[in-house]
């Protein structure tokens, strides 16, 4: 078997890195007096490796993050917004995602709710979980052109199957009879199965009033699937007064999400 060959199969098998590995072995002198199995471990790392990167830019790709520039190790703890260094360290290791718990992150426009979520997804996807974000308008959208073309479960399950779904500006608007049954129907699937990270300028007090309190019949049936047993994150300023958007802080650009 010739040396283009053995390439050749490579390239047909999709172990394209291994291929090009190979070829510059090849072509290195030095690499004649390493043993056999070394070069073949130094191939097989190879191709481990680059199909290892090429799953994490299809999971941060298919995740859609509205940032995804965010990093964890960016998020500012000096701006007085008493954040828990502790709480956000532990929870960048993505154990609540393991224990099917949900992160509440409330505070208001431009405090960085929706750079802190991105930087949790980041870090979901790096440990290779199904990650996806959405906004909970643009979502209930999909959900209610879906039902009118026939494709509701379908589309239901683009949200329902993700190991972390986060929810940006979850309850900016009182949500419809018709969309609370979808978002009960979603959490009820979500529920005790996967994550959800929601992200909201209401605080978790407030999301009662928001989904018609006492005059709807889904208000509790709603919080009963997301409250018990969810990380709260509040991100507040010591000096109201002095608070600046966080997209300045972070140079990023205005978008319609913070």
């Known amino acids: 078997m010739t040396n283009q060959s053995t390439i050749d199969k490579l390239i047909e098998m999709h172990f394209t890195a291994m291929a090009d590995a190979f070829r510059n072995q090849l072509s290195d002198p030095k690499m004649k007096d390493l043993d056999f199995e070394d070069r073949?471990?130094?191939?097989?790392?190879?191709e481990y490796n680059s199909?290892?990167?090429?799953?994490?830019?299809r999971l941060i790709h298919k995740a859609e993050l509205d940032q995804p520039e965010a990093d964890i190790t960016g998020i500012d703890y000096t701006s007085g917004r008493k954040l828990n260094r502790e709480l956000i360290t532990r929870l960048a290791t993505c154990e609540y995602i393991s224990e099917y718990r949900n992160i509440f992150i409330t505070g208001a426009t431009g405090s960085?709710?929706?750079?802190?979520?991105?930087?949790f997804g980041m870090e979901a996807c790096k440990q290779y979980y199904n990650t996806k974000y959405v906004r909970l308008p643009d979502l209930l959208i999909d959900l209610r052109i879906a039902r009118d073309n026939g494709t509701y479960m379908k589309v239901m399950k683009q949200y329902a199957n993700p190991v972390l779904l986060i929810i940006d500006e979850w309850l900016l608007m009182r949500p419809t009879q018709d969309e609370q049954k979808d978002i009960l129907e979603l959490l009820h699937r979500r529920r005790k199965k996967s994550s959800?990270?929601?992200?909201?300028?209401?605080h978790q007090s407030d999301w009662y009033d928001q989904l018609g309190g006492a005059d709807s019949p889904l208000t509790d049936a709603i919080l009963d699937r997301i409250i018990y047993d969810?990380?709260?994150i509040n991100i507040e300023s010591?000096?109201?007064?002095?608070?600046?958007?966080?997209?300045e802080v972070y140079g990023l650009k205005q978008s319609d999400s913070e």
């Open 40 to 46: 073949l471990g130094l191939l097989v790392d190879i």
């Open 230 to 232: 969810s990380y709260k």
């Open 51 to 57: 199909r290892k990167h090429n799953r994490l830019n």
């Open 196 to 202: 959800t990270i929601f992200c909201s300028q209401y």
């Open 238 to 247: 010591l000096d109201p007064t002095r608070e600046i958007s966080m997209r």
């Open 112 to 119: 960085g709710k929706t750079y802190m979520a991105c930087a």
